[in-house]
């Protein structure tokens, strides 16, 4: 589905384009919704005076414009200039230009004025035209709204609307309202960032025995890790203002918009110093330069380039920080890093058990929970998930709460939350048939292996109800305190996810086993290479034999092609098919001499569509010895 509506977005460019064009000349402001300003000084309805451009140039040279607002494609502008004979006031003046030179760009940036270029309006003598055009615009409009929506391709047809349109140049909050007791699971950091609210509290802590005031700190960590959330409780700690810009909104189409928008930005900050300046996704602008397929990028170039220059020009303690986040700081062009720039590093990490449990509490505040309910298992629960996550989790389970027309938040909730959020959402189970067996035998193959190899985590349920993509699932349960992998669990693992297949194959036979599987032995195939190629665990030895550039197109090296002779590339290969073979032959081997306790699981399963971890341990053992799993259960003392 979502493949067609690509296609059709695709197919719909041109036609898209021809539209944009029309509904420009025919001054529609409900298709192009001017978010900016700009209306409000547009040249019509504001008494300006006028000037001719030769005068306008001189102004320019004598340094007495101070911005430039320029229209109708470069048509006329209005341009604010100080009157020296009139006390240095400023007035507006309308100027008619010849149509948007580079040099006049050039110009304007080489002096330094601010200056934005506003979307084209009216051409009235077009109308006339367009009526009798008027139905079949529609129509394509229509279908292009259409297709918009459902196409997040960049470059496609939903990027070229937006060509030219202003947007909002940065955020201001006078108050945040956050504080360091929102903020949870990420002590380390706040410890570090604890600083900086005193740097803009009592700067003269620090200035009066001739400490140098940081000016720039580099946020690093993976989304929804809290970054933006700490950056607030500074400001808002601190009791500063917060000023913020995402790194994408640099990036324009039009040139010099970017490094003007981070001049404005620090203006604005500097008449409201002491504040607090946040650049979200800094990757996005501070990006290597000179990197990248096609060569360097000469905007995003010239918006780093000003916002360095920016960084530079202001004394150590004028009183603003600036904050940047990323979760590519590999990526970051080292000038960003030098001395004096953003040279303080803190990083934002994804919360381990404690740092989710408090998480989970300072998100339950304003929540009804059962009383049964423990955050303790929930934080158990959830390894891998970020605060974002866990903020999503509780409201989510509040809302399955409300759905059920219950009181408060239950074990329940909660359980089909963390489901819901890493697996998507309930579907319809199958009916009984061909197709819900084969699943079942599919699934009960990997609880099996999961269960009868020692190395293997625990199941934690098998299930029938499809959600998202998945028509059948086995949850295991991760050791969480647990770093670091060994080559045993690592080859549990693909015995585990080979299971599934494994009892396909024996069941049905060769013949029928289905796509199912194609998940599974995508995982298999990554992670039989990793353990040759990265972890040295194949009689090839400890070697590393591939990097982890994968991302050519962004990243700094342009092509880290690996050192690897063919010889080597074919070994690997040879190692990896050698390592899948010999695991499968071990599982069809256990799930061949687990049949019986096979057809029983699957009758069981089939009937109640969902077994639990003990539930299926339980009839297991009926049929065979389980081996013990060790585990380090984590403790907790809070
Ligand atoms: P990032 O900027 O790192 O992507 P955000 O700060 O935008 O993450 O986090 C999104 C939301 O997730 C926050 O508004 C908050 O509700 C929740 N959240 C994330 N991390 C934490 C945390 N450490 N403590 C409390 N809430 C958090
Ligand atoms: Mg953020
Ligand atoms: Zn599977």
């Given at each position: 589905m979502n493949q067609r509506w690509r296609l059709l977005a695709l197919w719909l460019l041109p036609i898209g384009m021809t539209a944009v064009l029309a509904w420009q000349l025919l001054g529609s402001s409900q298709l192009s919704p001017?978010?900016?300003?700009a209306t409000s000084i547009a040249p019509k309805n504001t008494a300006v005076s006028r000037m001719s451009y030769g005068r306008f140039l001189d102004y320019v040279q004598d340094g007495r414009v101070t911005s430039v607002d320029i229209f109708d494609g470069g048509r006329n502008a209005v341009v604010e200039a100080i009157d020296p004979d009139l006390d240095n006031r400023v007035q507006r003046i309308r100027v008619d230009l010849p149509g948007l030179a580079p040099e006049l760009i050039n110009t304007l940036k080489e002096e330094g004025i601010s200056f934005d270029i506003h979307p084209a309006k009216t051409a009235p003598p077009a109308l006339g035209i367009l009526g009798n055009l008027l139905f079949p615009i529609i129509l394509i409009t229509g279908l292009i709204l259409l297709a918009r929506r459902s196409s997040s391709m960049p470059g496609g047809p939903g990027q070229a609307m937006q060509f030219g349109k202003t947007k909002a140049r940065f955020a201001m909050e006078a108050e945040t309202g956050v504080k360091f007791d929102d903020v949870a699971g990420v002590t380390e950091a706040k410890q570090d960032l604890q600083e900086v609210v005193t740097f803009l509290k009592q700067p003269e802590r620090f200035t009066s025995v001739g400490a140098q005031i940081p000016k720039g700190v580099l946020l690093v960590g993976p989304p929804g890790t809290g970054k933006t959330l700490l950056a607030k409780a500074i400001a808002g700690e601190a009791d500063v203002p917060f000023f913020s810009l995402s790194g994408s909104e640099f990036v324009e189409m039009f040139v010099g918009v970017g490094a003007s928008r981070v001049r404005d930005l620090f203006k604005r900050a500097k008449e409201n110093s002491p504040c607090l300046i946040f650049i979200d996704e800094i990757d996005a602008v501070?990006?290597?330069?000179?990197?990248?397929?096609?060569?360097?990028?000469d905007e995003r170039e010239q918006t780093l380039n000003q916002l360095l220059t920016e960084m530079d020009g202001f004394?150590?303690?004028?009183?603003i920080i600036i904050i940047a986040a990323t979760n590519r700081p590999d990526v970051l062009d080292s000038a960003l890093m030098r001395p004096g720039r953003f040279d303080r590093q803190v990083s934002v990490d994804p919360p381990d058990i404690k740092g989710r449990l408090s998480i989970l509490k300072v998100h339950s505040r304003n929540k009804k929970l059962e009383a049964s309910l423990s955050l303790e298992n929930i934080a158990r629960r959830?390894?891998?998930?970020t605060g974002a996550d866990l903020a999503n989790l509780l409201n989510e389970a509040a809302i399955l709460t409300a759905r059920r027309r219950k009181e408060s938040i239950g074990l329940n909730e909660i359980d089909d939350a963390v489901d819901r959020i890493i697996a998507g959402m309930e579907g319809q189970p199958l009916t009984d048939g061909r197709s819900k067996r084969l699943i079942a035998y599919h699934e009960v193959g990997h609880a099996l292996i999961g269960t009868l190899v020692k190395d293997h985590d625990p199941v934690q349920k098998v299930t029938l109800i499809p959600r998202g993509q998945a028509k059948g699932l086995t949850w295991f349960s991760p050791d969480d305190e647990q770093m670091l992998i060994s080559r045993g669990q690592l080859k549990a693992r693909i015995m585990g996810a080979l299971g599934g297949r494994a009892a396909e194959d024996v069941v049905f036979g060769r013949a029928e086993v289905t796509t199912g599987a194609g998940g599974d032995i995508q995982q298999v195939a990554s992670m039989a290479r990793q353990m040759v190629t990265k972890f040295g665990m194949s009689d090839l030895g400890p070697m590393s034999l591939e990097g982890d550039s994968q991302e050519v197109f962004l990243g700094r090296d342009l092509m880290t092609r690996s050192d690897m002779s063919d010889a080597i590339a074919k070994q690997i290969d040879e190692k990896v098919r050698e390592m899948v073979k010999l695991c499968y032959e071990e599982t069809l081997l256990i799930v061949k001499n687990q049949r019986e306790a096979m057809d029983k699981l699957v009758e069981i399963l089939v009937d109640k569509e969902t077994i639990d971890g003990d539930e299926f341990r339980n009839i297991l053992s009926e049929f065979t010895l389980i081996p013990d799993k060790e585990r380090i259960t984590p403790i907790l003392n809070t």
């Open positions: 001017d978010t900016s300003n501070g990006r290597q330069r000179g990197a990248g397929i096609g060569g360097g990028n004394e150590g303690n004028s009183g959830t390894p891998g998930f």
